[in-house]
T-cell receptor
């Protein structure tokens, strides 16, 4: 069974701090995605990483895919209250199609002003 | 352009009843996937449909069924509801991007409460 383990599960920080969220697995994935979900809404795709060692930046967010394509991290610089939400990593399920994703349990981030 | 829409937004049922949830994909998207998200967890895959055919099924009992219509909209049906079926049910649609990847676009979900 493929599993994506995210850590930490909860994170509460002050505005301006930096943070890193991790997504780990014992399985190799062809690609991995990061989503952000706000209460009462569906997840919104932030980025897809495909190549081992790849680093992608989205404003203050930096995403990295591990060299072995088993893990990924999301780093937020100078967090703002608007970054508050549930951050989910997801990957295509083995033997499935790209519409069949497995998700981690998520990291619930709270950024206080 | 309208995103993925789902109806109803909220629903309260009692144990043993059945429920039908509806999803309209983004125009031009032919694939629809359904996910169940229990409070405090990540979404869990239930079904994927493409061109009206089932392409994948997650580890859910036969009480869960779905279908896709010619206009690519989709319904998720759950029979004999249990308390544990209380969750946010998410629908996602996708199309094949130029780099041959499928980007999933999620709707806002239907919050189902079973009493």
């Amino acid at each position: 069974t493929q599993l994506l383990e995210q850590s930490p599960q909860f994170l509460s920080i002050q505005e301006g701090e930096n943070l890193t969220v991790y997504c780990n697995s014992s399985s190799v994935f062809s690609s991995l995605q990061w989503y952000r979900q706000e209460p009462g809404e569906g997840p919104v795709l932030l980025v897809t990483v495909v190549t081992g060692g790849e680093v992608k930046k989205l404003k203050r967010l930096t995403f990295q895919f591990g060299d072995a394509r088993k893990d990924s991290s999301l780093h937020i610089t100078a967090a703002q209250p608007g970054d508050t939400g549930l951050y989910l990593c997801a990957a295509m399920n083995y033997g499935g199609s790209q519409g069949n994703l497995i998700f981690g349990k998520g990291t619930k981030l709270s950024v206080k002003p | 352009d309208a995103g993925v829409t789902q109806s109803p937004t909220h629903l309260i049922k009692t144990r043993g009843q059945h429920v039908t949830l509806r999803c309209s994909p983004i125009s031009g998207h032919k694939s629809v996937s359904w996910y169940q998200q229990v409070l405090g967890q990540g979404p869990q895959f239930i079904f994927q449909y493409y061109e009206k055919e089932e392409r994948g099924r997650g580890n859910f009992p036969d009480r869960f069924s779905a279908r896709q219509f010619p206009n690519y909209s989709s319904e998720l049906n759950v029979n004999a509801l249990l308390l544990g079926d209380s969750a946010l049910y998410l629908c996602a649609s996708s199309h094949r991007d130029r780099d041959n990847t499928d980007t999933q676009y999620f709707g806002p979900g239907t919050r189902l409460t079973v009493l």
